[in-house]
């Protein structure tokens, strides 16, 4: 039986063990905001699929409601 002439160095071990790992697929980013979704679903943060406004959701309401309040303290100012 062939027996390997030099025992596996650690470095050469673990380079080669870089490449056994698991990967997460289906995974995109959405077009309209960003954030990291299921392919061919609906985005949960904007309610956005294929560039189109398709459900309303409480986190987009959230963000939509967050910048009007901004610019109200910056005038009391
Ligand atoms: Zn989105």
Redesign the pocket.
């Known amino acids: 039986m062939a027996v390997p002439f030099r025992r596996t160095s650690k470095t050469k071990k673990r380079m080669r063990r870089t490449h056994q790992k698991l990967e997460v697929e289906g995974l995109v980013a959405?077009?309209?905001?960003?954030?990291t979704?299921k392919a061919h679903n609906i985005?949960p943060?904007?309610?956005?699929y294929d560039g189109k406004k398709v459900l309303e959701t409480k986190k987009a309401k959230a963000k939509e409601e967050k910048p009007a309040e901004k610019p109200a303290k910056a005038k009391s100012k």
């Open positions: 959405c077009k309209n905001c960003g954030a979704i985005c943060e904007c309610g956005y």
